[in-house]
């Protein structure tokens, strides 16, 4: 196994394409509406009844209360339905970056999760149809895709990630991130302390919903149920610039709130620093430092400048890797740079931040 650099990717084709499963449940009328609609904003969705999968045709024959009375009756309400309060949202049908609903209403798609091509896309629908059409299998063989997608995918990253793992969900990617720290760790210890590892993780954060991935969770933790904090993961305060313990003063001019901002990336790095200390000094070294490089279920919390860099220097003094979570804003999502770990790099002239694992969706 190489351990100087791993990028794993949640390959389940929901990622790009989540809304698919949803085109085909709506009431006739809503269908009429939608194929008005269809046609009048895009030459490339001529849809016909005779295009509807037969597997798919009773779908249109329910209402909205249909599809939720049988929702309540078959799926377990501890999925809940997004917006309940205002009546819960049924989308029909999606197109680039708009939603639609049963009653025609469009919604601008600014959180639907992790689809991040746009609804519809000609070309993906294309391709993940044609690949239905040839061969579903498995990484076990070789195939030309997955070869040719391992080498793009790695093409992104700084260099030395250069190993690629496709599983199926976010959750999976960083699970199996997590693992891998756990044995990497265990490769270069001693054996008193093979059995022990130790993860920090930041407050508020969420990374998945495996048994490994929620130890890592404080999101899960905070919601008053089964899930705590183990005792094998510590949770440090987010560097939250605007509502945390180091939040900077915006009425300054901008030379004295980024010096603010650089004196709260120290502040809220020694958190970190001093839970590597404390760690370390009970002979237990650690194994994984989880973080976004821009926060997403916390609220959107970009790190200040020189957090970064600063956690990942202590995390790896101490005998542990960085795992970059980019379920949520990797592949460009926050606008300026492919991965938001690179968000940080910016800030000021000191060496590039590369994690020790990526995972991404
Ligand atoms: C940052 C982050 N990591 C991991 C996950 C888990 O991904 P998945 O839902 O594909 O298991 C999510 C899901 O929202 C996420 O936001």
Same mark, same amino acid.
């Given at each position: 196994?190489?351990?100087?650099?791993?990028?794993?990717?949640?390959?389940?084709?929901?990622?790009?394409?989540?809304?698919?499963?949803?085109?085909?449940?709506?009431?006739?009328?809503?269908?009429?509406?939608?194929?008005?609609?269809?046609?009048?904003?895009s030459s490339?969705?001529?849809?016909?009844?005779?295009?509807?999968p037969s597997?798919?045709?009773?779908?249109?024959?329910?209402?909205?209360?249909?599809?939720?009375?049988?929702?309540?009756?078959?799926?377990?309400?501890?999925? $809940?339905? %997004?917006?309940? =309060?205002?009546?819960? *949202?049924?989308?029909?049908?999606? /197109? +680039?970056?708009?939603?639609?609903?049963? &009653?025609?209403?469009?919604?601008?798609?600014?959180?639907?999760?992790?689809?991040?091509?746009?609804?519809?896309?000609?070309?993906?629908?294309?391709?993940?149809?044609?690949?239905?059409?040839?061969?579903?299998?498995?990484?076990?063989?070789?195939?030309?895709?997955?070869?040719?997608?391992?080498?793009?995918?790695?093409?992104?990253?700084?260099?030395?990630?250069?190993?690629?793992?496709?599983?199926? $969900?976010? %959750?999976?990617? =960083?699970?199996?991130? *997590?693992?891998?720290?756990?044995? /990497? +760790?265990?490769?270069?210890?001693?054996? &008193?302390?093979?059995?022990?590892?130790?993860?920090?993780?930041?407050?508020?954060?969420?990374?998945?919903?495996?048994?490994?991935?929620?130890?890592?969770?404080?999101?899960?933790?905070?919601?008053?149920?089964?899930?705590?904090?183990?005792?094998?993961?510590?949770?440090?305060?987010?560097?939250?610039?605007?509502?945390?313990?180091?939040?900077?003063?915006?009425?300054?001019?901008?030379?004295?709130?980024?010096?603010?901002?650089?004196?709260?990336?120290?502040?809220?790095?020694?958190?970190?620093?001093?839970?590597?200390?404390?760690?370390?000094?009970?002979?237990?070294?650690?194994?994984?430092?989880?973080?976004?490089?821009?926060?997403?279920?916390?609220?959107?919390?970009?790190?200040?400048?020189?957090?970064?860099?600063?956690?990942?220097?202590?995390?790896?003094?101490?005998?542990?890797?960085?795992?970059?979570?980019?379920?949520?804003?990797?592949?460009?999502?926050?606008?300026?740079?492919?991965?938001?770990?690179?968000?940080?790099?910016?800030?000021?002239d000191s060496?590039?931040?590369?994690?020790?694992?990526?995972?991404?969706?």
């Amino acid at each position: 196994m190489k351990t100087d650099g791993g990028i794993i990717i949640d390959m389940s084709s929901s990622s790009i394409y989540t809304m698919l499963m949803f085109v085909g449940s709506s009431a006739a009328v809503t269908l009429a509406r939608r194929y008005a609609q269809l046609s009048r904003r895009s030459s490339t969705s001529s849809i016909v009844n005779s295009d509807i999968p037969s597997s798919l045709l009773e779908s249109y024959t329910l209402c909205s209360e249909e599809v939720e009375n049988l929702r309540t009756q078959y799926m377990s309400n501890s999925c $809940s339905i %997004s917006y309940k =309060n205002s009546g819960g *949202l049924h989308f029909t049908y999606g /197109y +680039k970056s708009r939603l639609v609903d049963a &009653n025609g209403v469009e919604y601008l798609d600014t959180r639907n999760n992790v689809a991040h091509c746009g609804h519809g896309h000609p070309e993906i629908t294309k391709a993940i149809t044609y690949q239905m059409q040839q061969l579903q299998t498995n990484t076990r063989y070789l195939h030309q895709n997955v070869s040719l997608l391992a080498k793009k995918l790695s093409d992104l990253l700084p260099e030395s990630l250069d190993v690629v793992f496709f599983v199926n $969900s976010g %959750s999976e990617a =960083n699970d199996l991130a *997590l693992r891998l720290a756990r044995v /990497y +760790k265990q490769s270069k210890q001693n054996d &008193n302390h093979k059995g022990k590892e130790h993860i920090i993780t930041l407050d508020h954060a969420y990374h998945g919903h495996t048994l490994a991935t929620l130890d890592v969770s404080p999101y899960k933790h905070r919601q008053g149920n089964e899930m705590v904090c183990p005792q094998h993961v510590s949770t440090v305060p987010c560097p939250d610039v605007y509502r945390g313990v180091h939040a900077i003063n915006r009425e300054l001019d901008s030379s004295g709130t980024r010096q603010q901002e650089i004196e709260a990336g120290k502040q809220y790095a020694k958190f970190v620093e001093e839970e590597c200390k404390k760690i370390t000094s009970q002979g237990i070294s650690v194994s994984a430092f989880i973080m976004e490089g821009g926060m997403s279920v916390a609220g959107v919390i970009l790190p200040p400048r020189s957090y970064l860099r600063r956690c990942i220097d202590a995390v790896q003094d101490a005998g542990g890797l960085y795992i970059a979570d980019e379920v949520q804003t990797g592949f460009g999502r926050l606008g300026k740079c492919m991965w938001a770990f690179q968000y940080s790099n910016e800030d000021d002239d000191s060496e590039e931040i590369v994690p020790d694992i990526v995972t991404g969706k």
